[in-house]
């Protein structure tokens, strides 16, 4: 079975960076899509960035491109979520996902077979 740990989060300042991880074991002999996404209660889950399998192509929402970076380290089955110049409205819980099929839509939470737990990010003024 495949497990993902997200891991990071925590109680920032706005202007502040945060690094998220998320762990992924289980399973071996895979690749994965892998995606991070948030959740404030009451609102849908929302797409944050993600790296899709098929080429390794690098994906973000427009709210956090030129801001947040996602990276993978292979040997670690780590994907990271480098986040800078945090603001408030990048409160909520984030939720690390991966799915191994070789293409994925991977804007859709729906698309992701396994998730995380989830990781708590709050940003203060």
């Known amino acids: 079975q495949v497990q993902l740990v997200e891991s990071g989060g925590g109680l920032v300042q706005a202007g502040d960076s945060l690094r998220l991880s998320c762990v992924l074991s289980?399973?071996?002999?895979?690749?994965?899509?892998m995606g991070w996404f948030r959740q404030v209660p009451g609102e849908e889950r929302e797409f944050v960035a993600a790296?899709?399998?098929?080429?390794?192509?690098?994906h973000y929402s427009d709210s956090v491109k030129g801001r947040f970076t996602i990276s993978g380290d292979n040997a670690k089955n780590t994907v990271y979520l480098q986040m800078n110049s945090l603001n408030p409205e990048d409160t909520g819980v984030y939720y690390c996902?991966?799915?191994?099929?070789?293409?994925?839509?991977?804007?859709?939470?729906?698309?992701?077979?396994?998730w995380g737990q989830g990781t708590q990010v709050t940003v203060s003024t």
């Open positions: 996902a991966a799915d191994d099929a070789n293409w994925i839509n991977v804007y859709s939470a729906r698309a992701y077979e396994y």
């Open positions: 289980g399973r071996t002999g895979s690749d994965y899509s």
């Open positions: 790296i899709r399998r098929y080429d390794a192509s690098t």
